[in-house]
């Protein structure tokens, strides 16, 4: 079973400026079945990014997602306040879903 | 649009069996893809649990597989959730979301609000 690492744990950064967010798999993800989804406090998850790249319908283009094998990453380009949330990654493979344990991005 | 609404007891007792229906709008779910279950501890991550296809075909996560049963009622356009044997560590919100293949990509793009569960006596 493959197993994701996010980090860091918590990230604390200013509006405007840019956010980089890790997700490390313990395997190689050969098809690269990687999606990101943002919560805010007391919401349900969004979709932000599928196949590692592409953004969901919707998602401004500062979100952008990269990556392969297993290191990916999310990059907001410049950070807005409502951008503020956990992020967290998830990977689809051998019919079962894993999602990583999550980046809180908190304003400094 | 597709909206997806859970319900169900808020509370259940420990050993006792947890039920939850997800009520879909919006789409069809005897026509395509898989209808998913994912819980959230409180103050915790996200936990996948299981998904059943239109067909009737069910995954399941491996931690959880031999408590949970997932259902589909096409007649009501609902998909149902059975966790048996539940502890104090089952307590979680607990989300109904469509699992849908975006071009050749799997995405969970539609989600429930939520529905808080607690397990206590």
């Known amino acids: 079973e493959i197993v994701l690492t996010q980090s860091p744990g918590t990230l604390s950064l200013s509006p405007g400026e840019r956010a980089t967010l890790s997700c490390r798999a313990s395997q190689s993800l050969s098809s690269s079945y990687l999606a990101w989804y943002q919560q805010k406090p007391g919401q349900t998850p969004r979709l932000l990014i599928y196949g590692a790249s592409s953004r969901a319908t919707g998602i401004p283009d500062r979100f952008s997602g990269s990556g392969s094998g297993t290191d990916f990453t999310l990059t907001i380009s410049r950070l807005e306040p409502e951008d503020f949330a956990v992020y967290y990654c998830q990977h689809y493979g051998s019919a079962l879903y894993t999602f990583g344990q999550g980046t809180k991005l908190e304003i400094k | 649009q597709v909206q997806l609404h859970e319900s169900g007891p808020e509370l259940v007792k420990p050993s006792g069996t947890l039920s939850l229906t997800c009520a879909v709008s919006g789409a069809s779910i005897g026509n395509s893809d898989w209808w998913t279950w994912v819980r959230q501890p409180p103050g915790k991550g996200l936990e996948w649990i299981g998904e059943i296809y239109h067909g009737g075909a069910s995954h399941y996560n491996p931690s959880l597989k031999s408590r949970v049963t997932i259902s589909l009622d096409k007649s009501n356009n609902q998909f149902s959730l059975k966790l048996s044997s539940v502890t104090a560590a089952d307590t979680a919100v607990y989300y109904c979301?469509?699992?849908?293949?975006?071009?050749?990509?799997?995405?969970?793009?539609?989600w429930g609000q939520g529905t808080l569960v607690t397990v206590s006596s």
């Open positions: 979301a469509r699992a849908t293949w975006i071009q050749l990509w799997p995405a969970f793009d539609y």
